[in-house]
């Protein structure tokens, strides 16, 4: 159980255009996902707060008008890179926190397999 | 300003050797600390703790958690070649994970 899926998992792009990546949770409810991202050798950043229903919550220094995030289900979170740019590039990571789990107070996070974008 | 500090950086090891990794924090509001192995992709869990001076354990990996000095350690006994990742320490306060910088293992045959 407890299964996050990604989608696209590799993108490449050229400079000004959008893209789109889907997080999934594919066998629990997740009230809240988390978007990361990741440059080479550093640690995992968090960029925004997903919440179902609601705006996302984002972290100081991410723009949120270049990062769009819905959480339009219990069980999808979308990001979208608008314009992106080659300092764009990234790992992009998601996880999720199950909605029973999170109601008892647990932190832990189920994570995707991450979308690796690459904007030319 | 919160941190979560993990140590050493990076190390390598033979086949069968014992490392320890240290994860120390300063978090507001702490909730939980969890580790986490990264291998080539996103990172899988390992261990949740939530109570000073329990144990986890899962085969040849165990962590420990001191509340009261603020830090964490993972062990990994009988290292295999199949260890080598990096392994993530993550606080949980105010609903969200505060990652350290990682410690990249390097098992060698």
């Known amino acids: 159980g407890a299964v996050v899926s990604q989608h696209p998992s590799r993108v490449i792009c050229k400079s000004g255009t959008s893209v789109k990546i889907e997080c999934r949770s594919l066998?629990?409810?997740?009230?809240?996902m988390f978007w990361y991202r990741q440059f080479p050798k550093q640690s995992l950043m968090l960029m925004a707060t997903?919440?179902?229903?609601?705006?996302?919550?984002?972290e100081q220094g991410v723009e949120k008008d270049k990062f769009l995030i819905n959480h339009a289900s219990l069980t999808l979170s979308t990001l979208t890179v608008t314009s992106a740019h080659p300092e764009d590039s990234s790992f992009y990571i998601c996880s999720a926190r199950d909605r029973l789990q999170a109601g008892a107070g647990y932190n832990e996070q189920f994570f995707g397999p991450g979308t690796r974008l690459t904007v030319l | 300003e919160d941190k979560v500090v993990q140590s050493p950086l990076s190390l390598v090891v033979h086949e069968g050797d014992t490392v320890t990794l240290n994860c120390s924090y300063e978090?507001?509001?702490?909730?939980?600390l969890l580790w986490y192995k990264q291998e080539k992709k996103a990172p899988t869990f390992l261990f949740m703790l939530?109570?000073?001076?329990i144990e986890k354990k899962s085969g040849r990996l165990s962590s420990i958690l001191d509340k009261k000095e603020l830090f964490s350690i993972l062990n990994i006994t009988a290292t295999q070649t199949g260890d080598s990742a990096v392994y993530l320490c993550?606080?949980?306060?105010?609903?969200?994970?505060?990652f350290g910088a990682g410690t990249q293992v390097v098992v060698t045959p």
């Open positions: 978090v507001t509001n702490f909730r939980s």
């Open positions: 066998d629990f409810q997740a009230t809240t």
């Open positions: 993550a606080v949980g306060s105010w609903g969200k994970l505060q």
């Open positions: 939530t109570s000073s001076g």
């Open positions: 997903s919440n179902e229903g609601s705006k996302a919550t984002y």
